[in-house]
């Protein structure tokens, strides 16, 4: 077992992670960070982002992902890639188990994100065999194909409106009578004659021998049920955080996500939360980043005072 002294460990490398992470090492902070799957996050799985300041044509989301890693990377922040699967908080030399190494740091911004909700009606048994909750990723499999999307926010209004790129039909189920997006994406749904929309209707399962064929869906407000026919299944109704790795004494609200005061700073001093992870009212990049900023300034702050 190795182990290793930081100023700071950044736990997670998406928006938020890489935010802090810049700001940190140009901060002249000893940074790491610490990333599972690939930097980036959400925004890997995001066609088009049409809200982030500072790009008035839009941005892709893996464009943008290179952007923020490169300018990370400027200022000599370190990248230890693996999944933190335990942390020892309390005291002042907080602790990050990653794999068989033992990361050390005065200080941790938590930054690990969130992944989409799943349906719970036997989706797994369709998993790359048409269920998806990425349209950047799968949706070209779909080319002149039928499709069911699932949820009435942004990400499923967006992602829906991408995939009529490809898919002949996108039925868009909704479980209430009027969607939850930003005005402009449900005048562009609305308008779309390549979607359906399905109201006050949730997804009850699906059936199919080799992969999706059809979709149940009940009217919650009539009880009726039908089968439509669909060759996949897109699924948005929101996420969960990424705090399995999460130590107890590290104060959550009811759905697991990490609270906060205004300052990114958690209930253990010297441990910090920022971006989805966070129990916020808006998970979007231009708040995920601001978070970061504030967490690895006041992170510098708690150092220096230490
Ligand atoms: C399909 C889709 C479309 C979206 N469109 C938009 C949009 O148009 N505009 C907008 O502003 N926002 C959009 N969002 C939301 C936006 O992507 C998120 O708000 C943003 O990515 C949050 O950044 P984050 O860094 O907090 O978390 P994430 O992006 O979730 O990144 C967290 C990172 O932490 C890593 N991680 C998790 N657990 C561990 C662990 N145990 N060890 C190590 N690493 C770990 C993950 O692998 C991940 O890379 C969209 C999201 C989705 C899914």
């Known amino acids: 077992m ?42 890997l799985i995001t066609d088009w982002i049409e809200n982030y300041p500072g790009f008035p044509e839009g941005i892709s989301g893996p464009d943008l992902s290179d952007k923020m890693l490169e300018q990370a990377k400027q200022f000599d922040l370190h990248f230890e890639y693996g999944e933190v699967e335990k942390m020892a908080l309390e005291g002042d030399v907080k602790s990050v188990m990653v794999g068989d190494k033992t990361l050390t740091a ?20 369709f998993h790359g ?11 070209p499999f779909f080319r002149d194909k039928t499709v069911v999307a699932v949820g009435g926010g942004d990400t499923a209004v967006q992602e829906s409106l991408y995939l009529t790129k490809f898919a002949k039909k996108v039925y868009l189920v909704h479980r209430r009578d009027q969607l939850r997006a930003t005005k402009i994406l449900q005048e562009r749904a609305l308008e779309n004659e390549n979607i359906e929309m399905v109201w006050d209707s949730v997804v009850t399962g699906m059936d199919g021998l080799f992969g999706v064929e059809n979709v149940s869906v009940k009217n919650v407000k009539t009880g009726e049920e039908k089968k439509i026919a669909a060759d996949g299944c897109f699924i948005w109704i929101g996420i969960l955080p990424n705090t399995e790795f999460v130590d107890e004494s590290l104060e959550m609200d009811e759905w697991n996500f990490i609270k906060t005061d205004a300052n990114m700073a958690t209930n253990i001093p010297g441990v910090f939360a920022a971006g989805d992870v966070r ?14 900023a504030i967490a690895a300034t006041m992170a510098e702050h708690y150092i220096q005072g230490h």
């Open 2 to 43: 190795s182990e290793t002294q930081y100023d700071l460990i950044i736990i997670g490398g998406g928006p938020a992670g890489l935010t802090a992470g810049m700001y940190a090492s140009r901060a002249r902070l000893n940074t790491v960070l610490v990333e599972k799957v690939a930097t980036g996050g959400q925004i």
């Open 106 to 125: 005065k200080a941790v911004i938590v930054a690990s994100g969130a992944s989409p909700r799943t349906l719970h009606v036997g989706e797994e048994r």
């Open 129 to 139: 065999k048409g269920v998806s909750y990425c349209a950047t990723c799968d949706g």
């Open 279 to 292: 129990s916020t009212p808006l998970r979007q990049i231009a708040t995920a980043v601001g978070d970061s």
